[in-house]
């Protein structure tokens, strides 16, 4: 977790340069450091690459909010938290998107003195919802490689007519044998016998 | 029976699509109905889904997938949506810069000439680059749940190019596509019409192939409208799409093309010159294409309301969900049928094109990529006539069998669940 008043990496995509200096003079006061200003258009995906931000604060009409929201989907981009503003006067539904977690928001347009605590909740949102993620996923491969050593014991137990238990002694001492992880070896197992006795869905056309 | 909200605001994007939309208003179809509409122009899709999911907007034009997976959970707030009808078939193109197509043609002329085997040759391109230890080359799309992102890679991977590996793909907004190509950020897109037309105009880009080459009159934008919207607002919503249907069949129309192009072309909507617009609506030309093997000029396919163009099929939806699975966008095992199904609604279009005497197809699935030429729907009270649906590869998609398809292609992401998606009998 980010530690209180850490000095932060900011991005800022706006297309309005007098706004853009307010709020970048805000954030410096408060220790916070603008790294990139970026007017609009360009490969917005090779510069937050490039410039590797801790957040991103974007007009929410800016139409780079598209860029952004795919860059989310990919997993080998490391996500980050965006911070949008709007000059929108529907600040109550605007709140309860905030609530729902998913996009900060800013509301009344990016004054400088709304920008800093916004900030801070959005960062706050965004780690939480990462760590869920990432919760989730460990649950979810756990849950895979549980059903990977089972297909391989349903293997084993059909080719050598052990019982349960005696096929999966034999693979827990083949992989410490090997001093591999047990589901690795799981995995060994079924693609060998996916070669050897190719049953599997039929490919084509 | 009156409906439950009379003042609505549809939310759209300068795209040549959102002309039923734009249409309806203009010509007082909205209106008939005793709707009192604002249009609210949209400069990304992501802000669009967010005001529909909010209750800021009313109704959006929406890319194909974007309902499904704003139901699914895969973009934005998680938020069920539905679509009781389509804003229209065909579209699109991928275009690449002056620069790679110089490449291309070098590097295999047959292949580029033919819009199907075009990937071909960007293969050989590849090739070399991989050789030379080159970046892999940047291509565009519009969105992460559009039918470009899909028809790009469908593309891409006919010719064997891994779109996760052997490119790099990004999401750049439409109105920036022809200022990227030009400046080289990025070497190819897949984007809609006016955009394609502009970066041949411009000198800056040429089209190597049409959506249409790649599936024969796909999907493209549906009118949206998230679930608890239409449950509190159901007489509204059949208003709504009543006028859309009305708008669109106007708009298929070749003669009312210069003047739809007139009123797309003003600021508020498109904003780019109408002739452009012109070339992008049904019947027009494609000054981009070099004519057919027949001689015969290349005819812009967008199409509004001709081949039911209109209708939800619940088909194209779970195409759809089989190419989140393909890319990697959709992990956990679904039942297809069921999913697809809770968002297009083909049920509530029959009613609606009832009431104001438009045929509608009685079945809600068909298989896709099944006819290669003009054929005739039966399954209506009056036959309706259908246009060709195969896909660029000759493969058929058929619903029921959702799965085996999706793992007929060799290349796509793990499916670690696939003996949990259900595709229930359609």
Same mark, same amino acid.
């Given at each position: ?11 800022? !995509?706006? %297309? ?18 603008? !790294?990139? %200003?970026v007017m609009a258009g360009g490969d917005l995906a090779a510069e937050v690459a490039a410039v590797s931000p801790d957040v991103i604060i974007i007009d929410i009409d800016s139409p780079d909010r598209d860029t952004l929201e795919h860059m989310r989907t990919i997993s080998r981009e490391r996500p980050r938290p965006v911070v949008m503003f709007t000059n929108d006067d529907n600040a109550a539904t605007i709140r309860s998107a905030v609530r729902a977690g998913v996009s900060a928001y800013v509301v009344d347009g990016l004054h400088a003195s709304r920008v800093l605590p916004v900030l801070e909740v959005a960062i706050a949102r965004f780690e939480e919802f990462q760590a869920m993620r990432e919760e989730l996923e460990q649950a979810k491969s756990t849950l895979a490689e549980r059903k990977l050593v089972e297909k391989a014991k349903g293997i084993l137990m059909r080719q050598t007519r052990m019982d349960e238990e005696a096929a999966y002694k034999a693979m827990r001492k083949m992989a410490m044998d090997r001093n591999i992880r047990i589901v690795d070896l799981a995995r ?18 | ?426």
């Amino acid at each position: 977790m980010r530690t209180p008043g850490k000095r932060l990496r900011i991005m800022l !995509v706006d %297309r309005l340069p007098e706004r853009t200096n307010t709020v970048e003079h805000a954030l410096s006061a408060a220790g916070h450091q603008v !790294v990139a %200003r970026v007017m609009a258009g360009g490969d917005l995906a090779a510069e937050v690459a490039a410039v590797s931000p801790d957040v991103i604060i974007i007009d929410i009409d800016s139409p780079d909010r598209d860029t952004l929201e795919h860059m989310r989907t990919i997993s080998r981009e490391r996500p980050r938290p965006v911070v949008m503003f709007t000059n929108d006067d529907n600040a109550a539904t605007i709140r309860s998107a905030v609530r729902a977690g998913v996009s900060a928001y800013v509301v009344d347009g990016l004054h400088a003195s709304r920008v800093l605590p916004v900030l801070e909740v959005a960062i706050a949102r965004f780690e939480e919802f990462q760590a869920m993620r990432e919760e989730l996923e460990q649950a979810k491969s756990t849950l895979a490689e549980r059903k990977l050593v089972e297909k391989a014991k349903g293997i084993l137990m059909r080719q050598t007519r052990m019982d349960e238990e005696a096929a999966y002694k034999a693979m827990r001492k083949m992989a410490m044998d090997r001093n591999i992880r047990i589901v690795d070896l799981a995995r060994t197992l079924i693609a060998a016998t996916e070669l050897l006795e190719p049953q599997g869905r039929k490919r084509g056309p | 029976m009156k409906p439950e909200k009379y003042s609505l605001t549809l939310g759209f994007i300068p795209l040549t699509d959102c002309a039923p939309i734009v249409i309806a208003q203009e010509l007082g179809y909205f209106a008939v109905e005793g709707l009192n509409v604002a249009l609210s122009r949209e400069a990304s899709w992501a802000t669009l889904r967010d005001k529909v999911a909010l209750g800021i907007l009313d109704a959006a034009q929406m890319l194909a997938p974007m309902p499904i997976a704003s139901t699914l959970g895969l973009s934005g707030i998680v938020r069920p949506m539905v679509t009781g009808m389509s804003l229209g078939i065909n579209g699109n193109a991928v275009t690449v810069s002056s620069a790679l197509y110089a490449r291309m043609l070098e590097a295999d002329f047959a292949a580029v000439v033919d819009p199907r085997l075009s990937a071909r040759a960007l293969k050989r391109v590849i090739e070399v680059d991989q050789r030379e230890g080159r970046a892999p080359m940047t291509f565009a799309v519009v969105f992460p749940f559009s039918m470009h992102n899909y028809e790009l890679r469908y593309w891409l991977a006919s010719a064997g190019i891994d779109p996760e590996n052997d490119v790099r793909l990004i999401v750049v907004p439409p109105p920036q596509m022809v200022a990227n190509l030009r400046a080289g950020t990025i070497d190819g897109c897949c984007v809609g019409e006016p955009w394609n037309l502009l970066a041949r105009a411009e000198g800056v880009g040429r089209t190597v192939i049409t959506g249409q080459d790649i599936w024969r009159n796909k999907p493209e934008k549906v009118l949206a409208v998230s679930k608890e919207w239409a449950d509190r607002h159901p007489r509204t919503h059949e208003a709504l799409l009543r006028a859309l249907i009305r708008a669109a069949r106007w708009l298929d129309d070749p003669v009312n093309g210069e003047h739809a192009a007139a009123l797309l072309s003003a600021p508020g909507y498109i904003g780019v010159d109408a002739a452009l617009i012109a070339a992008s609506l049904p019947g027009a030309e494609q000054p981009d294409r070099a004519p057919d093997r027949n001689g015969r000029p290349v005819v812009n396919p967008s199409c509004f309301f001709a081949s039911a163009a209109t209708f939800p099929w619940r088909s194209h939806a779970m195409w759809i969900i089989t190419q989140m699975y393909r890319w990697g966008q959709l992990e956990r095992p679904v039942d297809i049928g069921a999913v697809a199904g809770s968002v297009y609604l083909g049920g509530l279009y029959r009613e609606v094109a009832g009431q104001i005497g438009i045929e509608a197809p009685a079945i809600d699935v068909k298989i896709e990529g099944a006819h290669s030429t003009p054929w005739t729907l039966g399954e209506a009270a009056h036959a309706i006539a259908m246009a060709p649906d195969t896909f660029m590869d000759g493969r058929q998609f058929d619903p029921a069998r959702s799965v085996d398809y999706l793992l007929s292609f060799d290349i796509r992401a793990p499916l670690p669940a696939v003996e949990g998606i259900a595709c229930r009998d359609p």
